[in-house]
């Protein structure tokens, strides 16, 4: 299909809640957020004067019905390495997609989508950009956008291999109803990660590691001590550069999955005023379930 290339600029959306799932408003086909990408592919924050640098981004449409998809690449052309989307409010723009594609960018290369706020839609949009990018391996998300990719890798007959999921909503829904269910479902061939802050209200750390040892696929976590659903943490002025590095974490992840470190820990340290990555550590309730003597299904890769 031919690539309509575009710039797009749209006004912030104050107080759009990250996971506000009984929307059903449609956002295919527009961005959303605080910030915009102007045609050099650097951000700027909409109510500021400050020009934050990014990596390139390049905006193309993708037919779907009588509307279409909009996309972003970041990254080297060709198949990328992650397919990607945003939660159910604020959109491609919202900081805590785009800063996670900036950081996985610098890595790999990464394609982010537009969908709706309808978790039923967004996963139909997944199949349409697969088809078109004619890559299923790796499928990612945050939020809503990580339970529509994980729907998305066991529908229909994907070669899903690897689940790149920020702040997974474990729970909620007017009742906050569990969604491990559809975790427990991936199946066995599936590597996933994790990235989850220490006071998301919707995932509450215990909780997930506890589906995380009955879940059947293998998993990994990158927890991100303090930070929000929306991963965010007091530290306000290091907060881009944490998301950058998540992103950052979730490339070198995705590249090299060593089944003997599964935990990475994220935190401010307060008093050097800055950020301290414990890098991966191992884990040892997974490492027992797995067994001593099970061959790792991922050959660790060099690292350019």
């Known amino acids: 299909m031919a690539l309509q290339r575009q710039t797009r600029s749209k006004k912030s ?4 809640a990250e996971d506000r799932e009984d929307t059903h408003h449609s956002v295919l086909g527009g961005l959303k957020g605080g910030y915009r990408v102007d045609g050099t592919g650097s951000a700027q924050l909409e109510d500021s004067s400050a020009t934050l640098t990014t990596s390139s ?15 972003e690449r970041r990254g080297e052309a060709g198949r990328p390495a992650l397919i990607f989307t945003h ?7 919202n900081p805590a997609t785009s800063e996670f594609a900036n950081g996985f960018a610098e890595k790999a290369s990464i394609v982010s989508f537009q969908g709706t706020m309808n978790l039923q839609s967004r996963i139909k949009t997944f199949h349409a950009v697969m088809l078109h990018e004619k890559f ?4 990612g998300g945050r939020s809503m956008g990580a339970r529509a990719a994980a729907t998305a890798a066991i529908e229909e007959n994907h070669s899903t291999k690897a689940l790149v999921m920020v702040s997974f909503p474990l729970v909620g829904g007017k009742n906050k109803e569990s969604r491990e269910q559809t975790l427990l479902d991936l199946p066995k061939d599936v590597d996933v ?5 220490s006071k998301d209200a919707q995932c509450d750390l215990t909780d997930l590691n506890d589906v995380m040892s009955k879940m059947d696929a293998r998993s990994w976590l990158i927890c991100v ?12 002025s290091s907060v881009q550069e944490m998301r950058r590095l998540t992103g950052r974490l979730g490339a070198e992840w995705l590249c090299d999955r060593d089944v003997n470190t599964r935990r990475c820990t994220i935190s401010w340290n307060e008093e050097a005023a800055e950020i301290h990555c414990s890098g991966w550590v191992p884990d040892a309730e997974a490492f027992k379930k797995d067994g001593e003597d099970i061959e790792p299904r991922r050959k660790k890769q060099k690292r350019k």
């Open 136 to 139: 299923d391996t790796a499928l």
């Open 57 to 71: 981004v390049e905006q193309y449409n993708i037919p779907f019905n009588d509307k279409s998809i909009v996309c």
């Open 225 to 236: 001590e303090e930070a929000d659903h929306s991963m965010s943490w007091k530290a306000k």
């Open 13 to 16: 959306q104050a107080n759009i």
């Open 193 to 197: 990660l994790f990235v989850s802050g």
């Open 87 to 93: 939660g159910a409010g604020g959109g491609l723009a």
